[in-house]
């Protein structure tokens, strides 16, 4: 079955223990990417990558780390967790179609940082 | 960074009744799609459109683009307890990676 797997599904740490939410896909997709959601906020989009060692910032991106060692698998690092990163957390492939083409969603990661 | 409004944030309707939410932006686009995410799921990808003035439907749902791409609206005909969610749209800039999403619009259905 083609999905993009998150994990874990939900966190609660505390202010300033390093982790990581981990995700993968299935469907050989080219392009990943990171959002978090946040009421009233929509989804705004964190890091992306359009292909193997290829990543840029998204709109929110300060206080994330990404990777994207392998085509399947794009890794959320958060160095040092705040409780303003506190939120909900999705994932999402789709191939790389030069800006365009349906986005594949994880089930998502709630995170909260004390 | 891009702007992109989304009207209403909340619509509250009764079963059978029709829904619109719309989508502008500050810029001309290069596409837009629209999603819907159910309470407590992910966002699911309901359609893209391409072209200037573009219209197309999903049994009930009307999608429209605007003549001069910078709008975008979706219709729902005689709604159904199965439409609750928050439907989104997502817009991307001519020569821009980055996909810009709404803030929602979240419906709710009467019985």
């Known amino acids: 079955e083609a999905q993009v797997t998150q994990n874990p599904r939900y966190l609660i740490t505390v202010t300033g223990k390093k982790l990581t939410v981990t995700c993968s896909q299935n469907?050989?997709?080219?392009?990943m990417s990171w959002y978090r959601q946040d009421p009233g906020l929509g989804l705004r989009q964190i890091y992306y990558s359009m292909n193997v060692e290829v990543t840029d910032k998204g709109d929110v991106p300060e206080g994330y780390k990404v990777s994207r060692k392998e085509k399947r698998n794009f890794p959320l690092i958060l160095e040092s967790p705040s409780p303003n990163q506190t939120s909900l957390y999705f994932c999402?492939?789709?191939?790389?179609?030069?800006?365009?083409?349906?986005?594949?969603f994880g089930d998502g990661t709630r995170l909260s940082i004390l | 960074g891009q702007q992109v409004m989304q009207i209403p944030q909340y619509q509250h309707v009764q079963e059978g009744e029709d829904f619109t939410t719309y989508c502008n932006s500050s810029t001309t686009l290069s596409n837009i799609q629209w999603y819907k995410q159910r309470p407590g799921g992910h966002p699911v990808f309901l359609i893209q459109l391409v072209k200037s003035g573009e219209v197309k439907k999903q049994k009930r749902l009307t999608f429209q683009f605007g003549e001069a791409k910078k709008n975008s609206s979706l219709h729902i005909t005689a709604t159904q307890t199965t439409d609750v969610g928050t439907y989104f749209c997502a817009v991307t800039n001519f020569g821009n990676e980055k996909l810009t999403f709404g803030t929602g619009t979240r419906l709710t259905i009467i019985p």
């Open positions: 469907m050989n997709h080219e392009y």
């Open positions: 999402a492939s789709r191939p790389y179609l030069s800006g365009s083409g349906p986005q594949h």
